[in-house]
C-alpha cells in the first residue's frame, strides 16, 4: 500500500511539474535577460541625460591626446627647473613650497615626463569631471552644468596650462576638490577632515591657498548654523601638515614660515607706485626706492629678478631673511603710507583679469610661454635654470628639450588661436551669482553657490593684492566661478503669474 502511494505521488508530480529543473533553468534566464534588458535601458537613459557633458569630455579627452602628441614630452616655464631640483633633493624652497616637487617625486620612477604631463592632463579632466557632477547633484540643470565645465574641458590655455611643468593645475585640482566636497548636503567630521587635508596639500602647493583655509572655516560655521564641530575637524586637518612643513622649514633656515620670500614679493608689488617722498623712510629703508615716476617703471616681477633693482643689488642672495626682513618692512611702510594709492595698484592688476583681448603683459618673454611654441624653446641661459635643467636630465634619463611633431602641434596652435576663454566672460561668469541673487524672481533656493564663488574671488584677488598678476594665476579661479554660475541656474519662478496669462 505504501509503495502504490508513493508510485502515486511521483505519478502527480511527473504530471504536474514535468521538469522542474528546466522551469527553474528558463526562470533563470528569463530574469538575467530582464535584468540586462534594464541595464540596457538604463546606460541608455543615463547616456541621453548626460549626452552633451559627454560629448565636451570626448572633445577635451581628443584634444589632450593631440596636445600630448604635438609636443614630447612637456612645456616648460622658468619655474620648472627649480621644482625638478627640488623632487629630486628634497628640501625646502625660499620662494616655492615643495608641494608640487613632491607630486614630481611620486612620478620619478616612470622616469618621463610626459608622465608627469599626463597626470595633469588627468586632473584637467577630474577638475571639468567635478564641476559637472557637482552642479547636477545640486540640481543645476543638465544644460547649465555642461557649459559650466565647458572652459575646464575646452579652454586651449587651460590645456596649454595642464601642459606646462608647473603647480597651477595641481593646486586647482585640490582646491576644487575641497570645494565640491564642502557644498555637499551634509558635512561629517570626516569630511571635514578630507577637506582639511585637501586645503592643506593646496597651501603647501601655492602658498595663495592659505586665506583658502579661513573663508572654508567660516563656511563650515555658517552652514552648520553655528556648530563648530566639522570647522574645528577641517582647521585641525589643515594646520597639522602645514606645521608640519613649517618645523622642517624652520629646521632648513631657522625662519619662521612655508616659504621665506614674502616680504620680497610684497616690496614688488608696492613698487608699482611708492613713492619715497611721501613715506619719507628711514636710512636702512632709502636704499630700496627707485627714483623713477611710477608711470616709467618696469613692472612688480621686474623689481624681484632684475639685476637693476635695488633689492637684488643689495649684498647676499635676494631672499636672505635680513633683506626679506628689510622689503617686508619698505612694502608696510608704502601701504600705511599711501593706502589709496595701494587700493589703486590692486585694482588695475585686478582688472587685467577682465580684458577683452589679451594684451601682452607683464613681457612677452613670459607672455610667451603660454601659448604653444611654433619652434622649440631655447634651452635655460641663467645659472639657477641651468642647474635644474642637469637635475631633469637625470630626471628623465635623457635629453628634456621639447619636440615638437606636425601636425598635431599645429592644431592645437591654431585651436589655441580661436578657442580661448576672454577675460571679459571671466567677468561676466563672476557677476552671474551674486546679480542671480539680487534678482528675487531669479534667485537661487541654495546658498551653496557663494563657497566657489568666494574661492573664485580670493584665487583672483589674492596674487594682484600680494604680488602681481599673471594670466596663469587666473585659469585656476575659472572652475570655481563656473561652478558658482551653474548653482544660481533655475528656472524662472512663474507660480505668482495667473495660468490664463502666462506665455
Known amino acids: ?277 611721501v613715506m619719507r623712510p628711514p636710512p636702512d629703508l632709502a636704499v630700496l626706492c627707485d627714483p623713477r615716476p611710477a608711470a616709467r617703471r618696469p613692472p612688480a616681477q621686474e623689481y624681484v629678478w632684475a639685476q637693476d633693482s635695488p633689492l637684488v643689488r643689495l649684498p647676499g642672495i635676494t631672499f636672505t631673511r635680513a633683506n626679506d626682513t628689510l622689503a617686508g618692512r619698505f612694502a608696510s611702510l608704502a601701504i600705511l603710507s599711501q593706502p589709496l594709492d595701494y587700493l589703486g595698484s590692486v585694482a588695475s592688476e585686478l582688472a587685467r583679469s577682465f580684458t577683452v583681448g589679451r594684451p601682452v603683459y607683464p613681457d612677452q618673454e613670459i607672455y610667451d610661454y603660454y601659448r604653444f611654441p611654433a619652434t622649440p624653446p631655447a634651452p635655460p641661459g641663467r645659472y639657477p635654470a641651468t642647474v635644474g635643467a642637469e637635475a631633469a636630465k637625470r630626471y628623465e634619463r635623457g635629453p628634456i628639450s621639447t619636440r615638437i611633431v606636425e601636425p598635431y602641434a599645429g592644431w592645437i596652435r591654431t585651436y589655441q588661436g580661436i578657442a580661448g576663454l576672454p577675460g571679459a566672460a571671466v567677468l561676466v561668469i563672476l557677476l552671474l551669482p551674486p546679480a542671480a541673487a539680487c534678482v528675487r524672481r531669479f534667485r537661487p533656493d541654495s546658498t551653496a553657490w557663494a563657497l566657489p564663488w568666494s574661492v573664485a574671488v580670493v584665487l583672483l584677488v589674492m596674487p594682484a593684492a600680494v604680488a602681481e598678476f599673471d594670466y596663469r594665476y587666473v585659469l585656476p579661479a575659472v572652475p570655481a566661478a563656473c561652478l558658482a554660475a551653474a548653482l544660481v541656474v533655475r528656472k524662472p519662478n512663474f507660480s505668482n503669474i495667473p495660468t490664463n496669462v502666462r506665455i
Open 1 to 277: 500500500m505504501i509503495g502504490w502511494v508513493r508510485r502515486y505521488r511521483g505519478f502527480r508530480g511527473d504530471r504536474e511539474f514535468p521538469d522542474r529543473r528546466g522551469l527553474r533553468d528558463r526562470l533563470r534566464f528569463q530574469l538575467r535577460d530582464r535584468d540586462q534588458d534594464h541595464v540596457r535601458l538604463r546606460g541608455r537613459r543615463l547616456l541621453l541625460e548626460h549626452r552633451w557633458f559627454l560629448g565636451v569630455l570626448a572633445a577635451g579627452i581628443a584634444l589632450r591626446v593631440i596636445t600630448m602628441l604635438g609636443y614630447r614630452p612637456a612645456l616648460w616655464f622658468p619655474d620648472s627647473y627649480t621644482y625638478v631640483v627640488t623632487a629630486l633633493k628634497p628640501r625646502p624652497d625660499l620662494v616655492r613650497p615643495a608641494g608640487y616637487p613632491m607630486f614630481m617625486r611620486l612620478l620619478e620612477p616612470f622616469h618621463e615626463f610626459a608622465v608627469v604631463a599626463l597626470a595633469q592632463h588627468l586632473l584637467g579632466l577630474l577638475i571639468g569631471v567635478l564641476v559637472y557632477l557637482t552642479a547636477r547633484r545640486l540640481r543645476a540643470p543638465g544644460w547649465a552644468a555642461a557649459l559650466a565645465s565647458v572652459p575646464s574641458l575646452l579652454d586651449a590655455y587651460q590645456i596649454q596650462l595642464e601642459h606646462l611643468l608647473v603647480s597651477d593645475t595641481l593646486f586647482a585640482a585640490l582646491v576644487m576638490s575641497a570645494a565640491c566636497l564642502a557644498v555637499r548636503g551634509s558635512v561629517g567630521w570626516r569630511t571635514a577632515c578630507g577637506i582639511g587635508l585637501l586645503l592643506a596639500a593646496a597651501t603647501l602647493t601655492r602658498t595663495v591657498g592659505l586665506p583658502l583655509v579661513a573663508l572654508f572655516a567660516g563656511w563650515l560655521i555658517v552652514r552648520e548654523r553655528g556648530r563648530v564641530l566639522a570647522a574645528g575637524v577641517m582647521l585641525a586637518a589643515a594646520t597639522v601638515p602645514v606645521l608640519g612643513y613649517g618645523a622642517w622649514f624652520y629646521a632648513t633656515y631657522q625662519r619662521i614660515g612655508i616659504v621665506g620670500a614674502n616680504g620680497v614679493f610684497l616690496y614688488g608689488k608696492t613698487m608699482t607706485f611708492a613713492d619715497c617722498g
